[in-house]
């Protein structure tokens, strides 16, 4: 069967599974089936696709199918404009995070400290974009540091990160730290227990669990935060959090009543409340 063929068929299928935007999926699926850039396909159309490929487009299909996210399938995505590997045991990175590293770029810093790094995405993506910054990451998720580790080696930054097994800045080599960091990042699991079952399936289905939700309290992890980031910040040090969209007044409290100055709700690109923004407290 030909690309072409195989290309019209894949179409067919997504939509009869209702899946929208299958000509963007399908390129997607057949490009990284097949291992060839998507922006090659159509002038590859006439080329004959092997048993094996045609094996590996038919079990990425079905999974699409199935309701799996395209970036699951593949195996990564695209954030701030660098591939970051993900697997099973990390956050999807969202597109919404991208205003967290919008607001943490009005600013450049030296030192970094990104709580609860899963993939890397944010804490790496400012260490690409500022060339002399060093970063400490921390994950409670050993399998997500893995993972992050290996974003690491293939942006060439290794040499300049430190990952840390740890809850939250709760481990013995950060104390070293202390009063150090210009700028501490972190897109904490800020979904309740009890509403969970209220995400689309794609969340709930594909994400780690320890990546969505703190348990039963969706501000358990920011109240963590506020309490151990104000040691770790230099003296007007800025930290920078994602929230859910419901969530900025109480944030907002939280951070207030840690003693935090400067405290800002900004808007992502679709205009919903989704980073918290402040600085150490005065002393
Ligand atoms: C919402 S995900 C964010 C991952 C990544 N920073 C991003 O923005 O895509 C939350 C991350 O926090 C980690 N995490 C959850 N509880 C933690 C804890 N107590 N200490 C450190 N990390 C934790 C999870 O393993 C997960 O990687």
Request: proline share 5%.
């Amino acid at each position: 069967m030909i690309l072409r063929d195989v290309f019209a068929k894949t179409v067919a299928d997504l939509k009869a599974h209702n899946i929208e935007g299958a000509e963007r999926d399908a390129r997607a699926l057949l490009a990284h089936a097949i291992d060839l850039p998507a922006d090659r396909l159509t002038m590859e159309g006439d080329k004959v696709l092997t048993k094996e490929d045609l094996w590996r487009v038919s079990e990425s299909v079905s999974r699409r199918c199935q309701g799996e996210p395209v970036a699951r399938i593949i195996g990564q995505r695209l954030f701030w404009g660098r591939y970051f590997t993900i697997t099973p045991d990390v956050l999807d990175p969202r597109g919404d995070t991208e205003s967290l590293i919008e607001q943490a770029l009005h600013k450049p810093a030296d030192m970094i400290l990104d709580l609860g790094t899963g993939s890397g995405c944010i804490g790496l993506t400012l260490l690409c974009e500022w060339s002399k910054a060093q970063l400490v990451a921390t994950d409670i998720s050993p399998p997500a540091l893995s993972v992050a580790q290996e974003n690491a080696e293939r942006l060439g930054v290794t040499s300049r990160v430190t990952f840390l097994h740890a809850d939250w800045a709760s481990h013995p080599d950060l104390h070293q730290y202390k009063g150090g960091f210009d700028l501490i990042v972190s897109n904490p699991p800020y979904i309740a227990d009890h509403e969970l079952a209220t995400l689309e399936r794609d969340v709930r289905a594909f994400d780690p669990l320890i990546a969505l939700s703190p348990g039963q309290n969706a501000l358990a992890a920011y109240e963590i935060i506020a309490a151990q980031a104000k040691d770790f910040l230099v003296p007007k040090g800025r930290l920078i959090v994602e929230i859910g969209h419901r969530l900025g007044d109480a944030v907002q409290n939280i951070f207030s009543s840690h003693g935090y100055d400067e405290i800002s709700v900004l808007k992502d690109f679709e205009q919903n409340d989704r980073v918290v923004a402040c600085h150490k407290p005065p002393s």
